[in-house]
């Protein structure tokens, strides 16, 4: 870096030490921007409590974020199945017995199949994941992982990259992805997945195969990510 | 300082020539159509969409009313997970520490995921004059990268483009920055689609260094969340080894928990989808997943002076999901492309007034280009009231003309406008009133505008700016929403 643009990224940067000066500028941006009466009243009953740290932020009345109906235990494997369908997507459900011979179909006419390590599963000639390169993993053909919640009203797999699922980028550059999703795992709606997610770990929301409306607003489903998406619906 | 489209006239000249360009029109009228019946049809599933908004607006308000504790929190959050965390007061500072960043670590080129905020700041012209190519992956900002073109569209910034422009587009641009277009590309909207794909899929593949910008930043737990379609951001936010976000302080949410009306109205209000294909979330460095350097950039660049405006304030809650552009009978006749802005139609006939604050005669311009029907505000999922800000800010213009003699004809109005949308029954009325003085004006009017429609001609004072280059016509005898409610929007005239 030039020393003229490496004086000015130091005079801006925190790590530096001086982006300070932009910080408490902004802060005192922001604390003068609300200083109106209206906002002080309001702040005042908000911040009677002082948040723990991961605690929930005081809530000065809130409404109640209204949900879905309640789905019966069949009702809401159905709409999801019915709503990943929507998408495109192929979705098929079988017994725990079958899992093992629907994953081998589904990953039948793949010549290079990658699984996440501690997929419990055998699948003949599959590949454990051990960092290959983004380069390496554009010639596979398929990868197979489990997920951590889905979602039935809007058809959505949820990823926590836990075992059975992989770093990020393996159920990305590969074409095909083969997701197994138990049935206890499927939750109605997105309040209920956000409950039972860790929001510390990195998580990637998937609902039907990459696609884009940017030509003309015309859904063209496969654009960078897998453009096959398999889900295997258990029990 | 805001990035504007340089060179760029006020509004009303700008929409005088959009309105000439007829493929344009056409491409814009079709493409919102689509959207509009598909908003429509996901939106009409939700039992309580009407409290789901409630919930939306509540949690981005509580957010903002609370912003200092909350921006303090999501620092120490990302920092305690391994982020550094960077301030930008402008578009300048931010620049600057992206270019600063990328030089550091040597790159001559980062991949992009499509984001708003660093169109607004201006990034890639930082970036190309420090000798840094930026790529862009989503395929319309692709479009318009190519097509050295302007973004004319929060969600689809080249909506105003259809298929054989774009193949076009590709034949002509793609080998120039990198893997040619198919010599027999056709313009079926998967071939295109595909063209990007094998266009983009090298760039990906050898990419170490990528910007993107975040569609929310929670501040309980630091996460950033982005919200796509195509799997490019995901490319983007997991193959690099280096991730700089770009994020405006009004992106904050307090609680993990507010995501969830937000992550339930973004989709269906923007692409009118139940789920939009890829939502990525992350806080700070995963060990062996994804970037091990994460940077976050906090934006002010204008937000705080919108903070600071008490009407105009709830234009900060916006989540840019594009649902007021999609069905603004404005923005359909115009295009993007007349606001001078990346923040195009009712959102932005508000937004830039209110970060760049008055003065500039273009941005003065753009409270002015609509005709506050209201429609905005319905299909608003965060319930901003557009058209109340927009009358505020009209005020605002005005007031900046007080040592004029006398009250101007727009000032008259807009202060009536401004009272009868203080209390919407009174709405009705004025217009009733309006379409009867409109017969009067149409009798004094002093020429004929084409169509037949009487003039009434140019107004004086500080609304010459906007009558001098558009004639301003008489109040109709029918009001607007009586023509809205026969027309359906004019689409059926
Ligand atoms: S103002 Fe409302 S409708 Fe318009 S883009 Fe923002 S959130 Fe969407």
């Known amino acids: ?235 | 300082m805001t990035h504007t489209f340089v060179g760029m006239p006020p509004f009303p000249a700008a929409a005088r020539e959009a309105l000439a360009n007829t493929q344009l029109r056409h491409n814009l009228a079709h493409a919102t159509a689509v959207i509009r019946a598909k908003r429509a049809a996901v939106v009409g599933e939700v039992e309580d969409w009407e409290g789901l908004r409630r919930a939306g607006a509540a949690a981005k308000e509580r957010a903002l009313l609370d912003l200092e504790t909350n921006l303090l929190r999501l620092e120490e959050e990302l920092t305690s997970r391994g982020a550094t965390v960077h301030w930008a007061r402008d578009a300048e500072e931010a620049n600057a520490i992206v270019v600063g960043l990328a030089q550091r670590h040597g790159v001559d080129e980062v991949v992009k995921v499509k984001s708003m905020v660093t169109q607004e700041i201006g990034l890639n012209d930082a970036l190309v004059d420090a000798g840094i190519l930026p790529w862009e992956t989503d395929l319309a900002e692709l479009i318009v990268q190519l097509g050295d073109d302007l973004p004319s569209h929060i969600l689809v910034p080249a909506i105003h483009r259809n298929r054989a422009e774009i193949r076009e587009i590709f034949l002509r641009q793609m080998a120039q920055a990198g893997r040619p277009a198919p010599a027999l590309l056709t313009d079926e909207p998967a071939a295109l689609a595909e063209a990007a794909r094998l266009h983009l899929r090298e760039k990906f593949m050898r990419a170490s260094f990528a910007v993107s910008g975040a569609n929310f930043a929670v501040a309980q737990t630091g996460t950033l969340v982005v919200v796509e379609s195509e799997g490019n951001g995901r490319m983007c936010l997991t193959l690099p080894e280096v991730l700089v976000s770009v994020v405006g302080i009004e992106k904050v949410v307090a609680d993990w928990s507010d995501l969830d009306p937000l992550l339930r109205l973004l989709p269906r209000s923007s692409t009118g989808e139940r789920m939009n294909p890829y939502t990525s979330m992350w806080s700070g460095v995963t060990p062996g997943d994804g970037p091990q350097e994460v940077h976050v950039v906090l934006l002010d660049n204008g937000r705080t002076r919108a903070l600071a405006d008490e009407v105009g304030r709830q234009a900060l809650r916006c989540i840019r999901c594009s649902a007021c552009l999609n069905t603004c009978p404005v923005y359909e006749r115009t295009g993007g492309h007349a606001y001078g802005s990346v923040y195009p139609g009712p959102i932005g006939a508000i937004l830039n007034p209110l970060m760049r604050g008055p003065g500039d005669p273009q941005t003065d311009s753009l409270p002015y280009a609509s005709s506050l029907c209201g429609a905005c505000f319905e299909v608003c999922p965060v319930r901003i009231d557009i058209p109340e800000v927009l009358v505020h800010l009209r005020s605002r213009v005005v007031d900046g003309h007080r040592g004029d003699r006398l009250p101007t004809p727009e000032a008259v109005a807009m202060r009536a406008a401004s009272w009868a949308f203080a209390d919407a029954s009174r709405l009705g009325l004025v217009e009733r009133a309006s379409g009867l003085s409109g017969t009067v004006l149409g009798r004094l009017s002093r020429s004929v505008l084409p169509g037949g429609r009487a003039s009434a001609g140019r107004l004086a004072g500080p609304a010459t700016a906007w009558t001098g280059a558009r004639d301003l016509p008489a109040p109709p005898r029918e009001s607007f929403r009586q023509w809205w409610a026969r027309t359906d929007g004019g689409r059926d005239e």
Not at chain 1, 157 to 185: E, K, N, W
């Open chain 1, 1 to 235: 870096m030039s020393e003229a643009r490496g004086a000015e990224f130091a005079k801006w940067s925190n790590e530096d030490g001086t982006g300070a000066g932009a910080r408490g500028e902004i802060l005192g941006r922001v604390r003068a921007a609300l200083s109106d009466k209206g906002y002080a009243a309001q702040r005042a009953t908000a911040a009677s409590a002082a948040p723990a740290p991961g605690a929930p932020s005081p809530t000065p009345a809130q409404p109640a974020v209204p949900r879905r109906s309640p789905l019966s235990g069949s009702e809401r494997l159905e709409l999801f199945a019915e709503r990943v369908a929507d998408y495109r997507a192929i979705v098929e459900r079988c017994a725990a017995a079958g899992l093992e011979e629907a994953v081998r179909r589904a990953v039948a006419l793949a010549d290079s199949v990658l699984v996440a390590p501690g997929l419990p599963l055998d699948i003949p000639g599959a590949r454990v994941d051990d960092g290959l390169t983004a380069s390496a993993l554009d010639i596979v053909d398929a990868v197979v992982t489990t997920a951590a919640v889905a979602i039935a009203e809007t058809g959505t797999i949820v990823l926590d990259h836990g075992s059975g699922q992989g770093r990020r980028a393996i159920t990305l550059v590969p074409d095909r992805h083969v997701c197994i999703v138990r049935a206890d795992q499927v939750v109605d709606d997105v309040p209920d997945a956000l409950e039972r997610l860790d929001p510390r770990r990195p998580l990637t929301w998937i609902s039907g195969p990459s696609a884009t409306s940017d030509i003309e607003l015309t859904r063209v489903e496969g654009v960078h990510g897998p453009r096959h998406l398999h889900v295997i619906l258990v029990g």
